[in-house]
Structures are given as structure tokens and as C-alpha cells.
């Protein structure tokens, strides 16, 4: 059984999606969070920040970005 796709892009012949039901998990008002990727010394950088300061690592980017967002916006 070979999981290649062919020169068209299709999907391989032998995955059968026949017995599937679309949509099935679809859930109306869900939320996507998108994982950020960052480079290993800005995340250790920031880290690092985040715990001088006593706060999540998460909030600590957040904070950062609406601090750039505000800065763009003032240059409009």
C-alpha cells in the first residue's frame, strides 16, 4: 500500500473516505488557537523574561504584541 500522491495531487486510491460523515466534528463558535513558532534563542530570551518578571510566558508575548500593535497603529 503506497501513501504517494500522484502527479495530480489527488488523494492515494486506497484511502476510502466512503463510511466518513461530514462535518461531525465541526463545532459552531469554536475558537482556533494557531501555534507560534519561535526561534530558540528569542524563546529562551523571552523565557527568561517572563519568569523575572513572575508572569506566563504566554502573557509576556501577548503583551508584547498589543505594544507593537499600538505602535503601528499610531503611525497610521
Given amino acids: 500500500m503506497s501513501n504517494q500522491l500522484d502527479n495530480n495531487n489527488e488523494m492515494p486510491a486506497e484511502i476510502d473516505f466512503s463510511g466518513t460523515q461530514r462535518g461531525r466534528l465541526f463545532r459552531e463558535g469554536t475558537v482556533l ?7 530558540g534563542e ?3 530570551y523571552l523565557g527568561a ?3 523575572a518578571k513572575g508572569i506566563s510566558f504566554d502573557r509576556l508575548v501577548n503583551d508584547l504584541l ?3 500593535i499600538e505602535l503601528i497603529e499610531a503611525l497610521r
Fill in 66 to 68: 498589543k505594544k507593537d
Fill in 49 to 51: 523574561r517572563a519568569d
Fill in 33 to 39: 488557537r494557531l501555534p507560534v513558532y519561535l526561534d
Fill in 42 to 44: 528569542i524563546q529562551s
